[in-house]
């Protein structure tokens, strides 16, 4: 069953025998503003969001996407049909103009732990056909499939790992940041960024807007439901909280404030993110609890916009500042809520969705990455403490950022090898970033680090079954990215079972 890049004009509806929305606009003369494609996200029981943006012209540099300066009205349909033969919901909501035409719809009443079918009309068009589903309700336990990812440089390849997200027709998509790059376009490149580097809402919209203008990316976004937290590239590279990393281009502490304003109201403009989640000035609400039935509960972390600015400097470092114990990388209300949200034992597996490198990585001179985990090292020791101290039975931490895969085990104390495994960290590769990659599987720093199992240097996806019994992780690797429908193929399989951390080869 193929959904994506399914479109439907107004007419060939009626013909297939659907129930057609309101007439169409006088003449239909306007183009088709779905170039965007649709999505849904942060689903519910009862609950879903559906996302589009009206954008006729989306490369357009002022960000408007050719739309004029007038709100327009958008219907939305959800059906448990692909020909929307019946109806279960269905309504009109306003695109604003100051909202850059989007659309983030709560299709309420809807069944516990069901597959629905989404669409829109506006301006006498209906937009493709999204997949979506609701979660099962808290005492269920339903097994699920899921697929998460991160970092998608447009530049530096082709969106292939999008595309087997969507032939893999997961339940849902986690995506972990860096959804977008902000810079300008380089030589060189497989493809190029359009305009400058981003600083202004217009900037941010049209770097969306080109991204989403990829047709695997848009199959992905129509396949399932999608939950997603930005990281840095969002913003821009490796800031901290009110902290630029760098000077280039030279902005006033005014713009740069400006500019966290405008990225952050350009990513809630662009993803499928519930209303609770809209900014507010220059920062949003994102972390957030979404539960699969009595079986799983994602912890959405935010670990970029609280974070005390890297250590020494950052970069690859041997910092004993890594080790202050007033050194967050949550903060402290995102750290207490984490706790008290594993604390209640909401589900069997509690998956923490975050951005970056959890375990500990220390090459031979004892240097770590200053904007991971290990430049935040008691900030992790609380939260690793504090699930032992709560008797987390399955945590799973899910991480992105270092565009390779990895596959970790949690250690209570990570300087001594026979210290107890107290946790699974399973780290996505990028869909694209850094380009082809080189296929070592020689794992980094292992000797140092025996608790890290797995390493590959190829672009992909991690696809992942979770059952009462055992979450098994498939890392799906793509040959290429620099051409165009490189070969998707899983690398390795790792289970971990059910009430022992750590990981089984499959
Ligand atoms: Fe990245
Ligand atoms: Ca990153």
Known sequence: MTLHRRTFILGGLAAAGGVAIASPAAGAATPFPFKLGVTSGDPAPDSVVLWTRLAPSPLNADGQGGMPNADVAVDWQVSTSETFGTLVASGTVTAHYAEAHSVHVVAGGLNPDAEYYYRFRAQGFLSPVGRTRTTPAVTT?????????????????????????????????????DYIYEGAARTGQVRAHLGAECVSLADYRRRYAQYKSDPDLQAAHAAAPWIVVPDDHEVENNYATNTRADSS???????????????????????????????????????RRVRWGSLATFHMMDTRQFRDDQACGD??????????????????????????????????????????????????????????????????????????????????????????AWANELKADYSTST?????????????????????????????????????????????????????KADFRSVAKVSEHGGAITTAKSFVILDGKPGLQTA
């Open 315 to 404: 970069g690859w470092k041997v910092c004993s500042d890594a080790d202050s114990t007033t050194r967050t990388i949550t903060g402290t209300a995102e750290e207490a809520w984490l706790l008290d949200g594993l604390g209640q034992h909401l589900g069997n597996w509690d998956f923490i969705g975050q951005q970056v490198f959890f375990a500990r990585q220390f090459d031979s001179t004892g240097a770590a990455n200053m904007d991971a985990w290990d430049g935040y090292r008691q900030s992790r020791a609380r939260i690793q403490q504090g699930w032992r101290d709560r008797s987390v039975r399955n945590p799973v931490v899910l991480s992105g950022d270092v565009h390779r």
């Open 419 to 471: 210290s107890a495994v107290i946790g699974t960290e399973l780290v996505c590769t990028s869909i694209t970033s850094d380009g082809d990659g080189n296929g070592s599987t020689t794992i980094p720093n292992v000797a140092t680090n025996p608790h890290l199992k797995f390493y590959q240097d190829r672009r992909g996806y991690t696809l992942a079954s979770v059952t009462p019994s055992q979450v």
């Open 249 to 287: 281009p030279a902005l006033t502490s005014a713009q740069w404030v400006a500019r966290r304003t405008a990225a952050y109201q350009a990513y809630y403009e662009n993803m499928p993110l519930r209303p609770a989640s809209k900014p507010s000035g220059n920062s949003i609400p994102l972390y």
């Open 141 to 177: 336990a339903s097994s699920f499939t899921m697929a998460f990812a991160s970092c998608a440089h447009y530049e530096t390849g082709y969106y292939t790992a999008y595309r087997g997200i969507a032939n893999d027709r997961p339940d849902v998509v986690l995506h972990l940041g």
